[in-house]
């Protein structure tokens, strides 16, 4: 494989908490970094606009979000990724951010997609659960079209309702015949959207697996969701993973 095709994960808490927790996870991706020799993506979201429940924990808002993100890079030196929600969202999160990630359920909305592309920013779409990895030439080309330079493409799962999501494994290959660079998700596509009373639920169990699939696939990338301690995560706490067992994982990837 080529250097600029080695893997590249991705990984962070959900959403932003606080920043002891915040600094808890940039340490471990700067030493696993340093001892795989990778480039972990440091990741959390500012805002989470489409939680289940409107009185489930949103994130800080972007402004503060983006100074705690920005001390993170400064501390740290790691690159950084989150999504964006609104189209107005776009410019002034490129200043902070390495990679802007437009969120699955609106893979497809054209005024999303062209204000990331003309920032200049490595974009990351995360396939829509209503969409085949073939139909994401659509999304994509709106952001080539639009003067985007590097787009990544996310495979989460498919759902067919009833709280939960299906991975099939084909769209990775099929997503590669477009962009050179798919990542697998392994941590969302284990959710049970919706499942636990208001807010979503899933299976962390199974994320090693998805990740080893995913490899024998071709994905190129994989994102994890880690939390130090996920029973008492804000948000996505029932798939994510814990931080001590990140190292595993990412390790039976190499």
């Known amino acids: 494989m080529s250097e600029e095709m080695k893997p590249i994960f991705i990984a962070g808490p959900c959403v932003i908490e606080s920043q002891d927790c915040l600094d808890a996870v940039a340490q471990e991706l700067v030493r696993l970094n340093a001892q795989y020799g990778l480039e972990i993506i440091f990741k959390a979201s500012f805002d989470k606009a489409n ?3 409107i009185s489930s924990y949103r994130g800080p808002g972007m402004e503060k979000g983006l100074q705690m993100l920005a001390d993170i890079k400064a501390r740290y030196g790691l690159q950084l990724l989150t999504d964006i929600h609104e189209a107005y969202q776009a410019a002034p999160v490129s200043e902070v951010v390495d990679v802007l990630q437009i969120p699955a359920f609106l893979c497809r909305q054209t005024d999303l997609l062209v204000a990331a592309a003309r920032t200049g920013k490595r974009i990351n779409i995360k396939k829509a659960q209503f969409l085949s990895g073939a139909d ?18 996310t495979e989460r799962g498919n759902s067919f ?11 990775i290959p099929d997503m590669l015949r477009i962009v050179p660079r798919v990542i697998m998700d392994c941590t969302h596509s284990v959710q049970r959207p919706g ?16 990740a080893l699939a995913a ?4 994905a190129t990338g994989y994102f994890f969701e880690t939390h130090p301690d996920p029973e008492r995560a804000l948000s996505d706490g029932p798939n994510m993973l814990y931080l001590k067992d990140l190292e595993q994982v990412v390790a039976s990837l190499l």
């Open 161 to 171: 309702g009833y709280n939960n999501l299906v991975v099939d494994f084909r769209n």
């Open 195 to 210: 499942a636990a009373g208001g807010k979503t639920g899933g299976n962390r169990e199974f994320v090693p697996a998805m």
């Open 51 to 53: 939680r289940t429940s």
């Open 136 to 153: 994401m030439q659509y999304p994509v080309q709106k952001v080539l079209e639009s003067g985007g330079k590097e787009v990544w493409l």
């Open 215 to 218: 490899k024998a696939f071709g």
